[in-house]
């Protein structure tokens, strides 16, 4: 892939361009609908028939079919960071009551779309996609480590970063996928009392 397709693709990923939102959305929910039908070979040609859109239209938002799974798991991760960041900013609550929130968000999003977090960890590439999808969380948690620790510098957030993302995704996918009977409500405790004061306040463990 040409880095100018990869440019576009990132910019298209970020617009808030009517046509371009409504293209994602429609292949998002072709997604959606592949995992909860359980369809075994999920291809571009059958997201693209589902979604009603052209072949050419899917590549000039995805390189691949991972790449939209992996827009589609992130979702679940993606609305927590700007409310966290803010909540923070703003210094109206205390950080344990925030920390909680918005893990509660993320458990929320992920356990209401557990089909498809299921389907996705069970393709062929779960383990890149997890990956990809540990650098995506940590790349918008770089924005509340900031909020948080504003006197430290770059590397030493991007470690803190990479810290919470991974162990955020890794527990909760598991959870996830490997199904046992640990409520919604058991493992936002369990997260939480695992982070940081700085990030937790007083409901860290």
């Not at 000039?60 to 923070?88: I, M, Q």
């Not at 996830?176 to 990030?199: A, N, Y």
Request: glycine fraction near 4%; hydrophobic fraction near 45%.
């Amino acid at each position: 892939m040409s880095e100018t397709q990869a440019a576009r693709r990132e910019s298209l990923s970020l617009t808030d361009d009517s046509r371009a939102v409504q293209t994602r959305t429609r292949l998002t929910t072709a997604f959606h609908e592949a995992a909860l039908e359980h369809q075994t070979d999920v291809t571009v040609t059958w997201l693209c028939d589902r979604a009603g859109v052209a072949r050419s239209t899917f590549y000039t938002h995805y390189s691949t079919v991972d790449d939209l799974a992996l827009a589609a798991l992130g979702e679940f991760f993606a609305e927590a960071v700007p409310f966290d960041a803010e909540r923070r900013a703003s210094r109206e609550l205390e950080l344990g009551v925030i920390a909680r929130q918005s893990m509660e968000l993320i458990i929320k999003n992920l356990w209401e779309g557990r089909e498809l977090v299921r389907f996705t960890m069970a393709m062929g590439s779960k383990a890149a996609i997890q990956e990809r999808l540990i650098d995506d969380v940590a790349t918008d948690a770089l924005t509340i480590v900031r909020v948080s620790l504003p006197e430290l510098d770059e590397a030493d957030v991007r470690i803190r970063a990479d810290w919470l993302a991974a162990g955020t995704v890794v527990a909760a996918l598991r959870w996830i996928v490997e199904p046992k009977d640990v409520t919604p409500e058991h493992v936002v405790e369990q997260l939480v009392g695992l982070m940081p004061r700085w990030l937790a306040g007083e409901a860290a463990q």
